[in-house]
């Protein structure tokens, strides 16, 4: 296991036990922790927690985009969960809400870019 899958496991295990405590406002309180100081775990884990709905972009782009299907679906993720870290990396310290939505939008137009290349 590598350092990334480390930090990666590390995180998911994190955000599972602060899910368990306070299952609303857990994303929240790891944006603002992670805000206060800037930890690879605690980034691996909010990208853990956003690659769901990462996955369900890619998919939904792929049935709607031949080119999107031309892509490999890993590749096509890389570049999502890529542009989601730029946006946590640049946002931090504002609103989660809009984090999130920024990150959302910008991992989506970032896979859609993807397929307009080779």
């Known amino acids: 296991m590598d350092s990334a899958e480390f930090s990666l496991e590390i995180g998911r295990n994190w955000m599972k036990r602060a899910r368990e405590q306070d299952p609303v406002g857990y994303l929240q309180s790891a944006w603002r922790l992670y805000c206060e100081a800037p930890d690879e775990i605690l980034m691996s884990a909010l990208l853990s927690e956003l690659m769901p709905g990462l996955s369900e972009e890619a998919l939904d782009l792929r049935a709607s985009s031949e080119k999107a299907r031309a892509i490999p679906p890993e590749d096509l993720l890389r570049t999502g969960m890529l542009a989601l870290q730029v946006a946590l990396e ?19 137009d970032a896979m859609t870019r993807r397929t307009e290349r080779p």
């Open 90 to 108: 640049g946002l931090r310290g504002e609103d989660w809400d809009y984090v999130l939505e920024r990150a959302q939008a910008m991992a989506l």
